[in-house]
């Protein structure tokens, strides 16, 4: 019915352009009664003009209350269509020499405006009067928009004009000057973001807004940072790839994503290489249901392997796994509900399958826990790490990845004490000059099970306080996938012993990532304290990535380097019989005895007197 309406509305401007032209050429005064026979007896062929116009070019389907000025271009368009035909009808007819040549420009202009004014009338009463209501309803937050561009002019837009918005725009922050002072739909810039801070305070701010689509992790980081300095809640509008057909609104909004905090700029891979390297193979992992695990299987099950085999002591894991993969259904994946220490389900699941390459993730990791469970943290990550690296040795495997970890470096708690010795174990086996063995040694995963996120979240959900072990605690962090998809590309330059390390940027303040969350999550500092517990057993104020005695080398992948060291491994018969007095300690629960037997792996943090006086212990 309202197409029908319209397309009447557009038909009719046509003659009434038409006598307003003959009116308009004689002054507004009385029309001649030779010009008034003249415009009436040519309304039919105007009328058929406009019907051809507005049926070829669809203006009656544009709805006026979105009129925009591509819609006026259009119309001016068709305004032409209109004009042309008409001349080609009156040309052909033999009428248009009689007419008077002011006419066709005057009904020309008089009909673009009349299809024009109705709907820029609408448009109007849609932004003046009705959404007028839209921002002055009560109880909506005021609302500091960072980015005056295409997509913050979209969104001062829509927040005007939603009656359901939780907010209302006060103003632009925009780092070009030139923008300064300027307004956009009646919203002014009102500074950079450096002045944030102070512009919340001025006006009140409750919430900001980054309108910025294509901004960079380190760009987002730059203007998180002083976004937390003013305490105010923050969201963001999605990546460009995410909004359809340029479509902005305010439903659009989304919470900032913690890896963002990070604010590392994105690396490539050489995926021709891995794809190479894993394409028809039989790949086994370990801890396959874990953070890095399952996602090291996402990302393998995307590179045509011949089969995956997922290990994992977690049924539900496990479960949750497949789950996932089953959106993949090129992916051939067989469960193994196994644990590592397991030496016979271990073994019988390499003579069944005949893994090429093996990804072991699976380890314990909480820290403060393992610091009372000596017995379990060893059996688990040492004797399981040497079940899985001497059953690969024995079945010829091409590739054995050890993901480590940057507690492995001058350990001073039992998790980094077992890993570090799963380390050494790897560069042993190395030396049988069959499987390759390689590690991978990075810090702290964001989101990963047991890390600080979750705790953060948690605690901030209950209403604080959050916890921090001390004011100037660090810690490396990155994403699962970036850590996932590193140990893939480390995985494809390793030769055999070497130890990479992951590029993990700067380190960062344990209590600069709890206030970060703080603020994210649409409380202030005030609301959430944050309380200082001390280090906890174990525990480090800050962690390394590599040794002191070690040397980085580079690759040429500009964020994975090798660290080599001149220290030397335990003779082979030593250290042999080191591993199997370590598990007799755990099968007898002697934990001195796993203690002494640790030590003496670790024996590389000894000095030279302790060294020799290990060996003759011996």
């Not at 209302?168 to 922050?173: E, M, Q, R």
Request: net charge positive; proline share 4%; hydrophobic share 40%.
């Amino acid at each position: 019915m309202r197409r029908a309406i319209v397309f009447i509305h557009d038909i009719l401007i046509s003659p009434i352009a038409w006598l307003l032209a003959y009116w308009l050429r004689f002054n507004f005064e009385t029309i001649p009664s030779w010009a008034h026979d003249q415009a009436i007896s040519l309304l039919g062929y105007v009328l058929i003009a406009q019907i051809i116009t507005v049926t070829a070019n669809h203006t009656y389907r544009t709805i006026w209350r979105f009129t925009s000025l591509n819609e006026l271009i259009r119309i001016a368009k068709a305004s032409v269509w209109s004009v042309s035909i008409l001349l080609a009808i009156l040309f052909l007819t033999r009428n248009l020499n009689p007419i008077p040549r002011s006419i066709i420009p005057c009904y020309a202009i008089l009909i673009m405006c009349g299809l024009s004014f109705t709907r820029v009338v609408r448009r109007y009463w849609q932004d003046r009067i009705i959404n007028a209501k839209a921002i002055t309803t009560k109880n909506k937050e005021p609302a500091l928009i960072v980015g005056a561009g295409n997509a913050g002019e979209a969104l001062a837009r829509d927040l005007q004009k939603d009656l359901n918005s939780k907010f209302y725009p006060i103003g632009f922050i925009d780092d070009t000057h030139s923008k300064i002072n300027r307004e956009i739909h009646g919203v002014r810039v009102l500074g950079t973001v450096k002045q944030i801070p102070n512009l919340v305070r001025k006006y009140q701010a409750k919430q900001i807004i980054v309108a910025i689509p294509s901004a960079t992790d380190a760009q987002m980081k730059a203007i998180l940072d002083y976004c937390k300095m003013s305490g105010t809640s923050v969201s963001k509008l999605p990546k460009l790839i995410d909004l359809v057909s340029g479509k902005v609104t305010a439903d659009a909004l989304k919470k900032v994503s913690l890896e963002e905090l990070l604010g590392r700029e994105t690396f490539n891979l050489d995926w021709g290489s891995i794809k190479s390297e894993i394409q028809n193979k039989t790949v086994l992992i370990t801890g396959a249901g874990g953070s890095i695990g399952s996602e090291v299987c996402k990302q393998i099950s995307k590179l045509s392997p011949q089969k995956i085999i997922a290990v994992d002591s977690c049924e539900y894991n496990l479960f949750r796994l497949e789950q996932t993969l089953a959106v993949n259904n090129n992916v051939n994946l067989t469960l193994k509900l196994i644990d590592i220490k397991d030496t016979i389900a271990i073994k019988h699941t390499f003579t069944q399958y005949k893994p090429e390459i093996v990804f072991h993730a699976a380890a314990y990791k909480h820290v403060p826990m393992l610091q009372e469970q000596l017995r379990e943290a060893t059996c688990n990550n040492i004797i399981g790490t040497y079940n899985v690296a001497k059953t690969s040795l024995e079945n010829d495997v091409e590739k054995f990845v050890l993901v480590s970890t940057d507690k492995a470096v001058a350990p001073n708690n039992i998790m980094g004490q077992t890993k570090r010795a799963a380390e050494i174990l790897c560069q042993y086996f190395n030396q049988q000059n069959t499987t390759k063995f390689i590690t991978v040694r990075f810090g702290n995963v964001l989101g990963s099970a047991g890390s600080v996120i979750p705790t953060f979240k948690e605690q901030i959900e209950r209403g604080g306080p959050v916890t921090v072990t001390h004011p100037d605690t660090t810690r490396f962090f990155m994403t699962i996938p970036e850590a996932s998809k590193l140990i893939l590309q480390a995985f494809t330059l390793g030769t055999g012993g070497e130890i990479f390390v992951l590029d993990m940027g700067s380190p960062i303040k344990i209590q600069s990532l709890a206030e970060q969350m703080i603020v994210l999550s649409g409380k202030t500092l005030d609301d959430i304290p944050i309380v200082f517990t001390g280090l906890r057993p174990g525990e480090k104020l800050n962690e390394d990535l590599f040794y002191h005695h070690e040397a980085l080398l580079h690759t040429k992948h500009q964020q994975i380097h090798i660290a080599t060291s001149k220290t030397s491994l335990p003779p082979k018969a030593i250290f042999e019989d080191l591993l199997i007095k370590l598990e007799t300690a755990c099968n007898n629960y002697d934990i001195p005895e796993i203690k002494k037997h640790l030590d003496f792996i670790l024996i590389e943090h000894h000095d030279t007197q302790d060294r020799n006086n290990c060996i003759s212990a011996l």
